[in-house]
């Protein structure tokens, strides 16, 4: 394994984790932009396209486990980034755009997402990837606030996530994602 290079190496983000970073964000929008692409043109159902993203995050995720295995910490968190996202996203357009899953299921994914993300963060000592977790799980609180009813429900997964958020935190020591 290599050294962990010092917070304000330059030249170490520019280089190895940039190229990275910028490999998983350009996966996350290639999966968005294909799926959305290939459905608006009717290439594929609304479901095949559903499937593919599922397939792309999880695939994301194997590979990342894959590279965290072999050596290469410094691409293991830009593509469980990357594979987190787009599970994330998945879920969100099964639901909310097409009407594919249950409000139930979305949040029960959502919430399995959320888990992995964060369990990943600590594997991996990504903060970037505890960060999107975190954001992410968070504004799936907020997509829950549907009514009175559902209060209960959202005050419960709001202490759920706190707790796990403390203790990525502790078990990370990024005692700067308090500020979440």
Do not use: C
Not at 64 to 71: D, T, Y
Not at 113 to 131: E, M, S
Request: glycine share 14%; hydrophobic share 55%.
């Amino acid at each position: 394994s290599e050294p962990e290079s010092p917070p304000g190496d330059w030249e170490s983000f520019l280089g190895v984790k940039g190229a990275a970073w910028m490999g998983g964000i350009a996966l996350l929008l290639s999966a968005i932009s294909f799926a959305r692409w290939a459905i608006e043109g009717g290439l594929v159902t609304p479901e095949m396209g559903f499937a593919v993203m599922l397939v792309a995050g999880i695939g994301g995720l194997v590979s990342a486990e894959s590279l965290w295995r072999h050596g290469q910490e410094r691409a293991a968190s830009p593509v469980s980034s990357a594979g987190i996202a787009i599970l994330y996203v998945a879920f969100l357009a099964g639901h909310a755009r097409y009407g594919l899953i249950s409000m139930a299921v979305g949040f029960i994914a959502m919430v399995a997402v959320t888990t992995t993300g964060g369990l990943l963060a600590v594997r991996y000592q990504a903060f970037a990837t505890a960060i999107l977790t975190l954001l992410v799980g968070f504004a799936t609180s907020m997509a829950l606030t549907v009514g009175a009813e559902a209060a209960m429900g959202v005050f419960a997964y709001t202490l759920l996530l706190n707790l796990g958020t403390l203790a990525v935190v502790l078990k990370g020591r990024w005692f700067g994602l308090l500020g979440l």
